[in-house]
């Protein structure tokens, strides 16, 4: 069902009875991350917290591209003072995806570059079509990914391989970016949006703070020594077994019936 409550003239929404909520990109024709789609990611996701979306997907409701980054056009002409606001309402979106307390997974349909693929990066999981390219080709124009890539990009696919491709700027097709561990799953040309919904529709049916504590710990997994790390898993496996979830989650399991999470 579209969502009515987004108005935005450069996103849509759509919210299944399933908890699962849709956000598809609308700025053609390269889904440049122009101010008016991050206000329309931002109003998206608005609603879907309001709403109380179990699992929210990105993705592009435009042909050919996720999205390809800062808008260049644009870019080419903004002053210093304009390059520093955009850059940071850009990562303030951006951040936000990777800060919600709900999983969340990138529909990679079409090629997603600079920071389009670092929005991709800020989300939980990618699912990437086969037919788009992938890449942070930032070094091409004189810049760098600011937006987040050159502190995810080597927890995902390691120091190395993430250098390479930010030193060669080069672009990677779904298959290779599985192989790197860029995405987590590649789906046939037209079919990432379908198959990130199938994936999170799957998830929405689990305990959603069960979810959002194991993204919490491996998040952290890179950060905080191994002890800490130990010491978070017991503190939110008791804070979980206190909650309304568990009880309802065994029981569902002795009774052989789907569990009712809130
Ligand atoms: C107030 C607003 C200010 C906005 C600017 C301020 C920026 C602040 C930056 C801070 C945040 C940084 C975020 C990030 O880290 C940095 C970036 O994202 S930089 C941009 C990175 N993206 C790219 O470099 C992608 C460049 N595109 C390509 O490599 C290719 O287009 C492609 C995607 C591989 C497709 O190639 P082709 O199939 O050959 O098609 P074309 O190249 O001919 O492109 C078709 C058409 O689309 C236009 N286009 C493509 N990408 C962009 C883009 N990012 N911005 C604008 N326009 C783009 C291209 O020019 C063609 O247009 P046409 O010539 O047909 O008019």
Do not use: H
Not at 9 to 35: H, K, Q, W, Y
């Amino acid at each position: 069902m579209v969502s009515p409550e987004v108005t935005s003239t450069a996103v849509s929404a759509s919210a299944g009875g399933d908890g699962v909520f849709v956000i598809r990109m609308e700025n053609p024709p390269v889904n440049a991350l122009a101010p008016q789609l991050l206000d329309g990611l931002d109003e998206a996701l608005d609603v879907a917290e309001k709403d109380g979306a179990r699992v929210i997907v990105i993705a592009s409701g435009v042909d050919g591209f996720f999205a390809a980054g800062a808008d260049i056009k644009t870019m080419v002409d903004v002053d210093r003072d304009g390059f520093m606001a955009y850059g940071r309402r850009l990562r303030s979106t951006v951040e936000r995806v990777a800060a919600l307390d709900r999983p969340t997974i990138a529909a990679i349909e079409g090629s997603a570059l600079g920071g389009g693929l670092e929005l991709a990066l800020a989300c939980d999981l990618r699912v990437a079509a086969r037919g788009g390219k992938l890449g942070l080709p930032e070094a091409k124009i004189g810049l760098i990914p600011s937006a987040g890539a050159t502190q995810r990009l080597p927890k995902y696919v390691g120091r190395g391989r993430a250098l390479e491709l930010m030193l060669t700027a080069r672009l990677l097709d779904a298959d290779e970016a599985l192989e790197l561990g860029l995405v987590d799953r590649v789906a046939e040309t037209g079919q990432a949006e379908a198959q990130a919904v199938s994936l999170a529709t799957r998830m929405a049916g689990l305990s959603i703070p069960a979810l959002t504590d194991v993204i919490q710990l491996v998040d952290a997994s890179f950060e905080v020594p191994l002890a800490e790390g130990l010491a978070g898993e017991v503190s939110r496996v008791e804070a979980l077994f206190d909650g309304p979830d568990a009880r309802e989650g065994m029981r569902a399991f002795l009774e052989k019936r789907p569990p009712r999470f809130q």
